[in-house]
């Protein structure tokens, strides 16, 4: 949707930033040009909204790297709000924005002296030191924040992540059974634990693997990369030293993992006609072809 910002008075302007926060919408491009075009001289009539556009034109700043309108709009929050920790957010947010990193994590060092409960700087720390690549003090960070907030699952995601990058797969494998403490019946995750386990190598891990990709499969039939993670830790138990009970099992497991998966890509051919696809996944099992066990 076009705007014709040159037949538009401040009232208009006011009740479309009012619309786009309601519905979660940034239009950052928007409310910069508005911003300038009408409402930058006249934010003080909308009275009791004043301040939420201020936060709504920082934001749309940062998006579109207008550092100077950001900083204006800060300096006239501060003077209303001398000492506040919202404003001193932004504040940090603005630094981030413009590499400033170690004034940022001054800033946000200086919020969570005042605030040890807040949540949100702490997270901004983690990822500025992130983004710097020190990433031995981002899980140094996080760890410190989760002794607070244990109960937070984007927290224990990221802290995988940090320690899959590191190499450190026993440790990422814990941070996910913390996430699968909260989301029990996510097939992803029991995947994604899975996954890591396999990655760790060893008999011990590779059942395991077995076991969090059936649980996977069990919770979405249709997971056609659990299908096949699961398949491939059959065929390396019953490749392994164990006694045949357990390798005749195993190779049945395999055998069943690869009609499923068959039947899965002959109907998703049949609905998607994507035949490369159908293509490499036959190419992939015929190089672990069960029969060879």
Known sequence: MSLNYEEMCWKDVRDYFRKWREDNERRSDDVI?????????????????????????????????????AGKCIKELSSEFPGSLRVMKFKAMRLEAMERYNDALEVLDAIIAKDETNAAPRKRKVAILKAKGRRIEAIRELNEYLK????????????????????????????????????????LIHQRLAEIRYTMGGMDNIELA???????????????????GFYLCCTMIANSRAV????KEAQKMAQWALNQTSVLTARRSTIENNEELIDALEGAFANLDVKSI
């Open 210 to 228: 077995r076991t969090y990709f059936s649980q996977a499969i069990k919770l979405n039939p249709k997971n056609l990369r659990a299908l096949y």
């Open 33 to 69: 040009q508005l911003w300038e075009a009408v409402l930058e001289d006249k934010v003080i009539k909308t009275g009791n909204e004043k301040n939420l556009i201020l936060e709504q034109v920082i934001v749309a700043a940062l998006d579109t790297a207008r550092f100077d309108i």
């Open 148 to 187: 607070k907030f244990m109960s937070d699952q984007e927290a224990w995601h990221e802290l995988c992540n940090l320690y899959l990058a590191e190499g450190d797969y026993a440790k990422a494998a814990f941070c996910m059974e913390e996430v699968l403490l909260h989301n029990p019946h996510s097939h």
């Open 244 to 247: 045949g009970t357990k390798r």
